[in-house]
């Protein structure tokens, strides 16, 4: 099963599923940056369709929250504690 994202504008909300890889994070990062040069200093990451991961997949998005810190807004992995890595 692939990923798939659905963004919110608005409100600066991206919800995620299917199985999350490094290229599916590489998707997620560009749209979290591309939310944050749109203005939104949040971004939140709902994570609850994701249904597989594999560990390079999670770091990816553990980086990305990292380096939103680091610049001063903030990325929020919600639903984070519910994917499970997996082995790549």
Known sequence: MMMSETV???TGLIRASGHLTAQ?????RGTA???????????VLD???I???DDAGVAELHSL??????????????????VTAEPV
Request: hydrophobic share 40%.
């Open 51 to 53: 249904r597989e991961a």
């Open 24 to 28: 599916g994070a590489d998707l997620l």
């Open 8 to 10: 919110d504008l608005r």
């Open 65 to 82: 929250r990292d380096r939103f810190a680091a610049d001063g807004a903030e990325l929020v992995l919600r639903h984070a504690t519910q």
């Open 33 to 43: 940056d591309s939310l944050r040069e749109g203005g939104h200093r949040r971004v």
């Open 47 to 49: 994570l609850a369709g």
